[in-house]
């Protein structure tokens, strides 16, 4: 969702 | 996911295959930074805290555990390995890497996205991978005959860096709410660190001769 800045880089 | 962030990783994983081929089949780690691997191993296990909390994807999942598990591995190779480690440089590996640690940890109490334990190891990690190269850097400084792995490992390692630059400008674009300053900011200095060497790197693949950087 938006603003969710999710962390899916390694 | 985007081309420029898969081809940042692929090239993180090419640079790991690379340094784990010398180690494993040549059995030698010589110019490769203890201090530089050990500040890896810590910087991974920091970031990957939520490895089994949060779910992203079996993509993410793998390559986490492929970086947690290469990274220690590396490190046990260099230290314990009967052959590999009678090869390291140590005389010239001088760099103080843990005055690296503390200052990244008090930065990270201080900036970070916000004030949780798995926030701060985050922020942490982040600070930490963007100096950890250093250690490294100042090895092959010193190494006289710099071998084609050592220089291809490191060669890979700053491409990694630039292409998530190029994945974060599209992802700016693209995904506006996906922003992580920290990330960006810290992600810039590491690659500005590779520069120098990307410079002398280029210099000795155009003009075809061995790789050596002035100290």
Redesign the interface.
């Known amino acids: 969702a ?9 | 996911m985007n081309a420029f ?1 898969l081809a940042g ?1 692929m090239t ?1 994983l090419l640079s790991v295959v690379v340094l784990l081929l010398k180690i494993h089949t040549i059995k030698s780690c010589a110019g490769i930074s203890l201090k530089t691997q050990e500040l890896y191993a810590l910087v991974f296990a920091a970031r990957y805290l ?1 490895l089994f909390i949060h779910f ?2 079996l993509y ?1 999942t793998v ?2 555990l492929v ?1 947690l598990a290469s990274s220690f591995s590396i490190v046990w190779y260099m230290r314990r390995h009967k052959i590999v480690r009678r090869t390291y440089d140590k005389d010239h590996d001088t760099f103080r890497h843990h005055f690296l640690v503390l200052p990244c940890l008090a930065l990270a109490l201080l900036i970070n ?1 916000r004030f949780t334990f798995r926030e701060v190891m ?1 922020a942490f990690s982040i600070y930490l991978e963007a100096v950890a190269i250093l250690p490294q850097l100042v090895l092959l400084q010193r190494t006289r005959n710099i071998d084609n792995l050592t220089g291809q490992y490191v060669f890979f390692l700053g491409a990694y860096r630039v292409l ?1 630059i190029l ?1 974060w400008i599209y992802r700016y674009f693209t995904e506006p ?4 300053w920290i ?1 960006w900011v810290a992600g810039i200095v590491q690659t500005l660190l590779y520069a120098d060497f990307f410079y002398y790197y280029i210099m000795s693949w155009k003009n075809n001769v061995k790789l050596e950087l002035p100290a």
């Open positions: 938006a603003g969710d800045n999710v962390k899916d880089e390694l | 962030r990783d993180h939520d992203i994807s993410n390559m986490k970086f996205e985050w998530y994945n709410h996906f922003v992580h990330s």
